[in-house]
């Protein structure tokens, strides 16, 4: 288990995500976390009750015992956020932060630190251990420390060290990639609905055949291509849907969606950081 004491300055999803992560996997021992939010005390409350964590709404004493600060707020209050605490930080504290788009050059101005600021980027699955996060180092940030903050992160799921410029494409394909999935999911669950099929049934094919999807794309040395081609005999049903498909323009639309959230991810930086 790790010894650093850690507050999340934010406890919405992402942060309970992780929170959940940690418990599960017993990275920290649970007294070593501390979440604090802007307002919401039923949220904290819930949070303690379900975690055995600590909580708190004085940000200062949270901060004081912690070494490591996970920054956990919406990108629009980053600057609030930030004036808050920059007058409590010590030396040596690592900030984590969660934001998408915001650079670590942004977060260590604001803070007027030379302390490390490392941006994240995990997604909900954490919340079952399993996030693909990506991890990239700001100017301050020491190959130990991103070790350390990998060592954290692997309690959530896989972690792979980035380039802080490719954060934003990454953002798109693992941050928000799940709601994409689940998305598709949600169509699936439509068509179910329409045809009158058991939904407990469904619903366990449905998930046993995303499975089997994902351990073939890990295991098989096939390309998507050639293992979709596998399932597509000619004339048969696959090739059916396949071409209703493309009659959509179903790939377009999957690149320009993640297109539209890797620019987002720029966009929120431009205005946020002016
Ligand atoms: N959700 C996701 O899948 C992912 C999210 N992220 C990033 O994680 C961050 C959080 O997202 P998410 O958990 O979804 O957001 P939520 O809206 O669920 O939670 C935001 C939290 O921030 C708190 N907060 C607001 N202002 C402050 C402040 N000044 N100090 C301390 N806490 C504050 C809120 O408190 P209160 O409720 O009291 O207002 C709330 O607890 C975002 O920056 C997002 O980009 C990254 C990867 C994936
Ligand atoms: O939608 C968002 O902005 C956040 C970042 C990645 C996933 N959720």
């Known amino acids: 288990m790790l010894k650093q004491t850690i507050t999340f300055l934010g406890a ?9 992560g940690m418990c599960v996997n017993k990275i920290v021992p649970r007294e070593q976390i501390i979440a604090t939010n802007h307002s919401n005390k039923e949220r904290l409350m819930e949070l303690e009750q379900k975690y055995q964590i600590h909580t708190t709404q004085n940000k200062h004493d949270a901060i004081r015992q912690s070494d490591l600060i996970i920054l956990a707020m919406k990108p629009k209050d980053i600057k609030k956020a930030t004036d808050e605490i920059k007058e409590m930080l010590h030396q040596d504290q690592i900030i984590i932060s ?10 260590e101005n604001a803070l007027e630190t030379s302390n490390s600021v490392i941006r994240v980027m995990p ?4 919340m079952i251990g399993q996030s693909a996060t990506t ?4 100017a301050h940030t020491t190959k130990e420390q991103l070790q350390l903050v990998e060592q954290l992160m692997q309690a959530v799921g896989t972690t792979t060290i980035i380039k802080e410029e490719e ?9 928000s990639g799940p709601a994409f999935y689940y998305y598709m999911v949600e169509a699936m669950e439509q068509f179910v609905v329409e045809k009158g099929l058991d939904q ?11 499975k089997g999807v994902t351990e073939m794309l890990a295991q098989s040395p096939d390309s998507p ?29 999957v690149i320009s ?3 539209k959230a890797t620019e987002k991810s720029n966009q929120l930086r431009k205005t946020i950081e002016r």
Do not use: H, P
């Open 12 to 20: 919405g999803s992402m942060a309970e995500a992780i929170i959940s």
């Open 98 to 107: 969660l934001l998408a788009g915001i650079s670590t050059s942004f977060i």
């Open 123 to 126: 997604n909900t699955s954490a």
């Open 135 to 138: 991890i990239a180092g700001g």
């Open 167 to 175: 954060m934003d494409a990454y953002t798109a394909l693992a941050g």
């Open 200 to 210: 407990e049934t469904s619903k366990a094919l449905l998930v046993q055949t995303l």
């Open 225 to 253: 291509k050639a293992l979709r081609e596998k399932i597509t005999s000619k004339g048969g049903t696959t090739e059916a849907g396949l071409k209703e498909l493309e009659a959509y323009q179903f790939q377009q639309a």
């Open 257 to 259: 969606c993640l297109e």
